[in-house]
């Protein structure tokens, strides 16, 4: 076997939280809005979207950003609402809640999975140092599967990437850094 | 408004300054970084700081309740309106200066922020948690770049000591508790800053001399950014920043 599924507590507890929701058919169909950075990853996968409730005619989505800034939560919050309101949901809201923070711990397997298929590697790729940050090495390379690879820049292309470079196969490659 | 939500409002509307300021001061290196991976990692950084500034100001113009939006806060306000400290707005020099200012900065809110997730204001609460992970990047890269640039070349050496001493005297500022700050952290909604300065200069102490830099003598201080009286740099900076929301009102696109 190389592959032991280890889930972290707060992905359990969403999946519980998805299952035993009286609106099942609203986080399916929500699986269709997809992160406009990465869009190998919808916004369940990604762990921003943390409720969906429906009282009486209205559906209330609450959705959290990853990081501050992250420029994308006004795409994101648009998606919703058309994907609703194209399903025939007329009264749509989407809250953006700060608490409890995102943490990269919320982000599913099969999110995780199709990020490394991407071409980015995903937090557990890499052993974060002493104080709990991006480690300067050794994040597995997405395309070679090699560690031996160094940190080029602490900042990528989005605030939620670092960028490394593989020694091996020499390919430059984002890390979805874990916080 | 009770006294403590208006104190609140001015408390958000501070924090809300600071962090636009700083973060637009940071965004003016984006294209002029000395190499493309660190032009991203300001840009990273600005963006994490504005981040904070909305979340900010959307929760004061919340409190406010008087139809103003989060960008009436950033966009419509003058210079002697802003509260923000007068260490963030200073002009971003070169590349040491802006190092060592973002070092001070990144210090005092590596050190405030947890502080600030202890509120009994739920909001101020879950911004703070929000923005103490990025602090923590923050903080390795600007104390990482004043050691390289401290104990550096001879040049680079001189010219971040130079910029420690000419921003030293705009650090004591920081530490001031005035009567509305120090209701709301009586109330424990807001933090006693006065109680990290111990803190804050140990920490930076001991960076600056790993760095081989001196630590100035406390000679000097200039204060007045909490009360609206800014140094002629602001006035500059907000020209540019809120040019095109002024010469487009309620403009969307």
Known sequence: MNEISLMPEEQYQRLQQRSAADVKELWDLLDMVKDPEVPVLSIWDLGILRDIERIGGQIIVTITPTYSGCPAMDNIRTDVATALNDAGYADVTVNMSLSPAWSSEWMSLEGRKNLRNYGIAPPEDADLDEDGLTPDAHAQCPHCSSRNTRRISEFGSTACKALFQCNDCNEPFDYFKKI | ?253
């Open chain 2, 1 to 253: 408004m009770s006294d403590i939500k208006a104190a609140t409002l001015e408390y958000t509307t501070r924090l809300g300054d600071d962090s636009v300021v700083l973060g637009h001061r940071i965004s003016e290196w984006v294209s002029y970084g000395p190499f493309l991976e660190e032009d991203i990692a300001y840009g990273n950084v600005a963006l994490d700081y504005i981040g904070r500034a909305r979340m900010f100001y959307t929760y004061a113009a919340e409190l406010a309740n008087d139809g103003r939006t989060e960008d009436d806060f950033a966009y419509m306000r003058n210079d002697r309106e802003y509260r923000n400290l007068l260490l963030l707005e200073m002009p971003r020099g070169d590349f040491a200066y802006s190092q060592v200012r973002q070092l001070l900065a990144d210090v005092y809110y590596t050190l405030l922020l947890p502080e600030l997730v202890q509120s009994k204001d739920a909001t101020l609460s879950a911004i703070a948690a929000k923005s103490i992970k990025e602090t923590k990047y923050h903080l390795r890269r600007s104390r990482d770049w004043v050691l390289r640039l401290g104990d550096g070349t001879e040049e680079s050496h001189k010219r971040t000591q130079k910029a420690v001493d000419q921003l030293w005297g705009y650090t004591h500022e920081m530490f001031d508790m005035d009567e509305t700050e120090q209701m709301l952290a009586d109330n424990g909604i807001g933090v006693d800053v006065s109680k990290l300065h111990d803190a804050w200069r140990q920490m930076v102490s001991d960076i600056l001399t790993e760095a081989t830099l001196t630590v100035p003598e406390d000679s000097w201080a200039v204060r007045g950014g909490r009360t609206g009286y800014h140094t002629e740099n602001l006035g500059h900076m907000l020209t540019e920043m809120q040019f095109v929301h002024r010469s487009h009102p309620g403009c969307k696109w």
